[in-house]
């Protein structure tokens, strides 16, 4: 099984849509999990992180973490054409590294 | 707003040639990092760097691979003898304290290595 699993889309949805961009893990040492996005050509920016299980919340944008399913969530709300991006899941325990997900590409149609 | 700046954007190079990539992270950031994206693929880890020395680092990064932060700014990754699947973005980043291990960490734009 792989480390981090995430289908890679592509998804495409009208503006205005919610959007729901998920991941699935093995390890169980994680302990951080993060959502960055990647414009085209760019580097990955951070978006959010949660420590543990639970939510947050910031702007139009909700991460989730069910440690017990290992499963984790980011939703959009009011998507936006600037939210066109592939959005990667990152996770790490207390060291060092980051373990990325494959990327799920998003299209958000005007 | 400070960045992490890369150099150069694109480089094409022989294969077997030594490959030089700088970046220069976040000015008052302490943690440093090498990560890779060969095309299509997932983003992956290579190194971390840490008050002057590698703090960990894959299986990827093998005895062709080296880092170095040679002047207080700048951090560098070289390649000593470069093969066809070392083709890749190689993306620079760094961190403040708190943020190595809550994934805090704030990427350059990369550089695409062509090996050929």
């Known amino acids: 099984q792989k480390e981090v699993e995430q289908d890679p889309g592509p998804l495409s949805v009208p503006e205005g849509a919610i959007v729901s961009l998920n991941c699935t893990y093995s390890?169980?040492?994680?302990?951080?999990f993060m959502w960055y996005r990647q414009y085209s050509r760019k580097g990955p920016e951070l978006l959010m992180y949660?420590?543990?299980?639970g939510n947050k919340e910031d702007g139009r944008f909700t991460a989730q973490v069910d440690k017990s399913s290992k499963y984790i969530s980011l939703f959009i709300r009011d998507s936006q054409p600037s939210d066109s991006a592939t959005y990667l899941c990152a996770m790490s325990s207390a060291a060092q590294k980051l373990v990325f997900g494959q990327g799920t590409r998003l299209t958000i149609n005007p | 707003e400070p960045e992490v700046t890369q150099t150069p954007s694109h480089q094409v190079t022989q294969m077997g040639q030594e490959v030089i990539l700088r970046c220069v992270p976040i000015?008052?950031?302490?943690?440093f990092y090498w990560y890779r994206q060969i095309l299509g693929q997932k983003v992956e880890f290579l190194v971390s760097?840490?008050?002057?020395?590698?703090?960990?680092k894959s299986e990827i990064f093998d005895d062709q691979f080296s880092v170095e932060r040679p002047d207080g700014s700048n951090f560098t990754l070289k390649i000593r003898s470069t093969k066809l699947e070392d083709s890749a973005m190689y993306f620079c980043?760094?961190?403040?304290?708190?943020?190595?291990?809550?994934?805090?960490?704030?990427f350059g734009e990369g550089s695409r290595l062509t090996v050929l």
């Open positions: 949660t420590y543990s299980s």
């Open positions: 760097f840490y008050n002057n020395e590698i703090s960990e």
């Open positions: 980043a760094s961190a403040l304290a708190g943020g190595a291990n809550t994934g805090e960490l704030f």
């Open positions: 390890n169980s040492a994680f302990q951080y």
């Open positions: 000015s008052n950031h302490l943690y």
